[in-house]
């Protein structure tokens, strides 16, 4: 199947400083982008749909502000958490379409770790 | 709103035993079904892809089902192995791009 790296797979950073994830899709184009927050022996829940050279769609009750997603290639689209907080420890997981919309493929998850 | 539900919550088998892992859906209206397997700390693996129009897709030792009029999927494993002991989930497309997935089965297969 088609593989989509994400990258760094753990960090920890200190509290109101910002840290950035990479999700790559690397052999083929992803149109849309997901990204998943995961919490402790729960199911993902998707916190926003990115496509590509547009703004990202968030979820209900995701603050844009603080989780910005950037999609600037078919091939790359960042999450970056800004001035962390020891509430958004988690895990952090993205996905990746390509353009036929069908199987969807994930990266390999980030553990953040906010100290 | 899309509704998915796994059933059981979590499983222990003992090696050798062939399993059903059951996962329902409230909104027949799907373009596909996806089950994937996460292992701890890690991030989701592909398993089988079910598009709307099909009934069933194998892989190796596992088969998946879907009946769309009835909002049921199954994953079939056969011959479990301590190696398959992880989280499976199930996860729809609704119209769009977007997954709706449910809480998912932690299975445990003990040698």
């Known amino acids: 199947g088609a593989v989509v790296s994400q990258h760094p797979s753990r960090v920890i950073c200190k509290s109101g400083t910002s840290v950035k994830i990479e999700c790559r899709s690397l052999?083929?184009?992803?149109?849309?982008m997901f990204w998943y927050r995961q919490f402790p022996k729960q199911s993902l829940m998707l916190m926003a749909t990115?496509?590509?050279?547009?703004?990202?769609?968030?979820e209900q009750g995701v603050e844009k502000d603080k989780f910005l997603i950037n999609h600037a290639s078919l091939t790359l689209s960042t999450l970056t958490v800004t001035s962390a907080h020891p509430e958004d420890s988690s895990f952090y997981i993205c996905?990746?379409?390509?353009?036929?919309?069908?199987?969807?493929?994930f990266g390999q998850g980030t553990r953040l770790t906010v100290v | 709103k899309q509704e998915v539900t796994q059933i059981p919550a979590a499983l222990s088998v003992p090696e050798g035993e062939n399993l059903v892992l059951n996962c329902s859906f409230t909104?027949?209206?799907?373009?596909?079904l996806q089950w994937f397997r996460q292992d701890p700390g890690k991030g989701l693996t592909s398993l089988l892809l079910?598009?709307?129009?099909?009934r069933e897709q194998t892989s190796g030792r596992l088969n998946a089902s879907l009946d769309k009029s009835s909002g049921r999927s199954t994953l079939y494993i056969a011959a479990s192995q301590p190696g398959d002991s992880a989280t499976y989930l199930c996860?729809?497309?609704?119209?769009?791009?977007?997954?709706?997935f449910g809480e998912g089965t932690q299975l445990t297969v003990n040698p």
């Open positions: 996905s990746a379409r390509n353009r036929m919309n069908t199987e969807a493929f």
């Open positions: 052999d083929f184009q992803a149109t849309t």
């Open positions: 990115s496509n590509e050279g547009s703004k990202a769609t968030y």
């Open positions: 909104d027949s209206a799907i373009y596909n």
């Open positions: 079910i598009q709307s129009s099909q």
């Open positions: 996860a729809v497309t609704p119209s769009g791009s977007r997954l709706t």
